[in-house]
């Protein structure tokens, strides 16, 4: 990793970007081009189970099942039934599934965040990307997993 630093302050440079479908800040070391292709789950949670009940019977659970209900079909219907290991065998092929989603990205701006350069910081990026997320998100926290919070002050870059 490269820093710019001073004795007693460090500069780290992340790129700020927007994804078109969600309002939270996206932030990157590295410049990203405008779209992506990235594969996601398809079916996760109690979306996966009804899917694989629905791919074993034929039969589709109601849309409005919460978890506890679709689980306890599960129980009922299937569980300690020869239909057990099908089931499981089904669902983790469902849940395994994946398709391609495109997502949009816009660069806002450059972050140039100033650090508190200790001697004995540990620097781990994903802690400061935490402190840095909730700094933009407007409710900035004083520790994070045993790391007490380095940030002195953000400075947003419209021209690089």
Known sequence: MSYNQNIDR?????????????????????EL?????IGKKKFVGKK???EAVYRLTGKRLPEDYTTEQVNNFL???????SLWHKYRKIYNEV????????????????LVVELANKSNLSLDEGKIVHFVMCELLGNPCE????MKNPIISLRKDYDR
């Not at 081009?33 to 292709?37: A, K, L, N, V």
């Not at 849940?95 to 450059?110: A, D, H, L």
């Open 143 to 146: 520790t994070y997993k045993g």
């Open 48 to 50: 996966a189970k009804m």
């Open 10 to 30: 460090m500069f780290i440079e992340y790129k700020v970007y927007r994804r078109v479908s969600d309002l939270k800040p996206f932030i990157s070391r590295d």
């Open 75 to 81: 129980t009922v219907e299937l569980f300690n039934t």
């Open 95 to 110: 849940s395994n599934e994946k398709e391609i989603v495109v997502e949009n990205y816009s660069y806002q701006y450059t």
């Open 33 to 37: 081009p405008s779209c992506q292709m």
